[in-house]
C-alpha cells in the first residue's frame, strides 16, 4: 500500500514561515489534502488539491506538490496556528485508497 | 450548513460488535460520499471506509473482513458496523462527508473496548 512520510515535529516562532512536508513515492501525481487538528478537536481541511484552500481558510495556508514530496507552508504563523497536521491523498491504484500520513506537530516558539 | 453527528454506544466488550450512526443535517446525504475515520488515543487519522449515498462502499483492507457501512437517505444517516473488536479498536471515530477529500467531519465520538 502506499505510504506517506511526514516529519513528527516543526517547530517555528510567531510571525516566521512554517513548512511541513509530506512524502511518498511520485506523489506528484496524486492530489494531496492537508488537515489541519487542534487537541480535543476534529481535523479541519485547510488545503485541498495540492493548493487550494476551501472557504475561511486564511491565505497564509498554501500547498505546493512535486516530485517525491508535498509541502504545506503556513505563513506569519500565529499561536493559534500550533496544532496537529496530516497530509492524505486519494491512492486510486491500490485496495487502500484513502492513505494519512503519520501527522507532523507543529509547535509554536 | 451541513453539520454531522456520530452516536452510539461508547463501551463495547470484546468481541462485540461496534455499531455507530452518523445524522447528518442540514443538508442531504443525496448525491454525495460518505466516510468513516478513526484516530486511537495520541495517535494518527485511520481511514475506515467510505459509502456513495446510493449505497456502493469501499473499506480498508485492514478492517474489511469485519467492517459494514450502509446509508439510510430516508434519515439522512449512515451507519458503521465493526464486529469482533478488540482493545486495538478503541478510538475516537469520526463520520465525515467525502470520498478523496473529507471536507465536513463529525466532532467525533470515543468508543473504548473494554469488558
Redesign the interface.
Known amino acids: 500500500s502506499y505510504v506517506l512520510t511526514q516529519p513528527p515535529s516543526v517547530s517555528v516562532a510567531p510571525g516566521q514561515t512554517a513548512r511541513i512536508t509530506c512524502g511518498g513515492n511520485n506523489i506528484g501525481s496524486k492530489s494531496v489534502h492537508w488537515y489541519q487538528q487542534k487537541p480535543g478537536q476534529a481535523p479541519v481541511l485547510v488545503v485541498y488539491d495540492d493548493s487550494d484552500r476551501p472557504s475561511g481558510i486564511p491565505e497564509r495556508f498554501s500547498g505546493s506538490n512535486s516530485g517525491n514530496t508535498a509541502t504545506l507552508t503556513i505563513s506569519r504563523v500565529e499561536a493559534g496556528d500550533e496544532a496537529d497536521y496530516y497530509c492524505q491523498v486519494w491512492d486510486s491504484s491500490s485496495d487502500h485508497l484513502v492513505v494519512f500520513g503519520g501527522g507532523t506537530k507543529l509547535t509554536v516558539l | 450548513q451541513v453539520q454531522l453527528q456520530e452516536s452510539g454506544p461508547g463501551l463495547v466488550k470484546p468481541s462485540e460488535t461496534l455499531s455507530l450512526t452518523c445524522t447528518v443535517s442540514g443538508g442531504s446525504i443525496s448525491s454525495y460520499y460518505w466516510?468513516w475515520i478513526r484516530q486511537p488515543p495520541g495517535k494518527?487519522?485511520?481511514?475506515i471506509g467510505?459509502i456513495y449515498y446510493s449505497g456502493s462502499t469501499?473499506y480498508?483492507?485492514?478492517l474489511k473482513s469485519r467492517v459494514t457501512i450502509s446509508v439510510d437517505t430516508s434519515k439522512n444517516q449512515f451507519s458503521l458496523k465493526l464486529s469482533s473488536v478488540t482493545a486495538a479498536d478503541t478510538a475516537v471515530y469520526?463520520c465525515a462527508r467525502g470520498?478523496?477529500?473529507?471536507?465536513v467531519?463529525?466532532?467525533?465520538t470515543l468508543v473504548t473496548v473494554s469488558s
Request: glycine share 20%; no cysteine.
Open positions: 466516510s494518527g487519522l485511520e481511514w467510505y469501499n480498508n483492507p485492514s469520526y470520498r478523496d477529500t473529507a471536507g467531519w463529525g466532532q467525533g
